[in-house]
């Protein structure tokens, strides 16, 4: 049966860093795009960051550029998001996903295997 297990979550103050580890079993993901989700109490689940299948492509919501950078290792069946200065805005529980597409474009939405996420709070 697929997992994936999201881990590292915590309590950080404003400006601190964590990273998280989303370690996947019972298949393999190399060839599907994997990406960071998060939703914060009372609002939708909203993408963090995308990443192709080999890792060569990423796409992150503008509101985490250059602040969180997501990476993945098909080899250790791992996926990472470090995330810095981080805010009492990105307070959310963040939650890992997979979705197997044939583009080198990772999506959006549309993914198909969950997490059961790993809460992060911010404090101001």
């Known amino acids: 049966q697929a997992q994936l297990k999201e881990s590292g979550g915590g309590l950080v103050q404003t400006g601190g860093s964590l990273r998280l580890s989303c370690l996947t079993s019972g298949r393999t993901f190399s060839g599907h795009a994997m990406g960071w989700f998060r939703q914060a109490p009372g609002k939708e689940r909203e993408f963090v960051a995308v990443?192709?299948?080999?890792?060569?492509?990423?796409y992150y919501h503008n509101s985490v550029k250059g602040r969180f950078t997501i990476s993945r290792d098909n080899a250790k069946n791992t996926m990472w998001l470090q995330m810095t200065f981080l805010e009492p805005e990105d307070t959310a529980i963040y939650y890992c996903a997979a979705r197997y597409v044939l583009t080198h474009t990772p999506p959006t939405s549309g993914y198909d295997y969950w997490g059961q996420g790993t809460q992060v709070t911010v404090s101001s």
């Open positions: 990443i192709s299948a080999n890792g060569d492509n990423t």
